[in-house]
């Protein structure tokens, strides 16, 4: 069965370092998304692409975080620099046709720990 | 506005039991689809059911089944005689047809106590 891989799978950073992770979707996923879950809580959208395109990063705080998907297919999510409340769970996935009728596909996720 | 609310923070069962997850969603569009995933602890979300607005038809899965009320706008989980394995945190989600993406509930967690 097709899964979307991510890396890496723990991350341990110091407060005002840079991280970055990536994520190679489903072959033939034309939509990506990468999500944030803080512990307790619900996934939500950080920012979601079309191809190569963003669609909507109104959820991302543009003044540390930066993602790509240059080639349209696989992305890259950096923080810098990174500040505790970014510990948290980053889950990526790949959908067909904006995921109506068919979900989405999440990655397993990277564990994100700033001290 | 979307938005999901699932009310149990967190349940605690004995094996063999059944237990009834709750999720009641908001929309205005027409055109809407509802999911469930579970999330054990590793960490990932799987998959588990997907309905469309125009199909309240239950389903049942082996154990799982999931009742779609549009009237209460409502879509629970139920899980009939519960094992240890289905120990995990379960999200109800959204995806309206004016929106682009899926929007999640807060989880219930499950303990299932042998």
């Known amino acids: ?115 | 506005a979307q938005k999901v609310t699932q009310a149990q923070t967190e349940i605690s069962v004995v094996e063999k039991e059944d237990v009834t997850l709750d999720c009641v969603y908001e929309t205005r569009d027409t055109t809407y689809y509802l999911f469930w995933y579970k999330q054990p602890p590793s960490g990932e979300l799987v998959f588990l059911i997907r309905r469309n607005s125009f199909d309240e038809q239950n389903e049942i899965s082996g154990r799982y089944s999931w009742n779609f009320q549009k009237s209460t706008s409502s879509f629970n989980f139920t899980i009939t005689a519960s094992q240890v394995v289905d120990s995990a945190v379960y999200f109800c989600a959204l995806l309206g047809e004016s929106q682009g993406n899926l929007i999640f509930g807060k989880g219930t967690k499950l303990s299932v106590k042998p």
């Open chain 1, 1 to 115: 069965e097709a899964e979307v891989a991510q890396s890496p799978r723990y991350k341990i950073t110091e407060k005002s370092q840079a991280v970055a992770f990536w994520c190679d979707p489903i072959s033939g996923h034309a939509t990506l998304y990468w999500y944030r879950q803080i512990l307790g809580q619900g996934p939500e959208l950080l920012v979601q692409f079309q191809d190569e395109s963003v669609v909507d990063d109104s959820q991302l705080p543009k003044d540390r975080f930066s993602a790509e998907r240059l080639k349209g297919v696989d992305s890259t999510l950096k923080i810098q620099p990174a500040e505790l409340g970014d510990s948290a769970m980053y889950l990526c996935a790949s959908s067909r046709e904006g995921g109506r009728g068919y979900g989405y596909t999440f990655g397993s996720g990277t564990r994100l720990t700033v001290v």
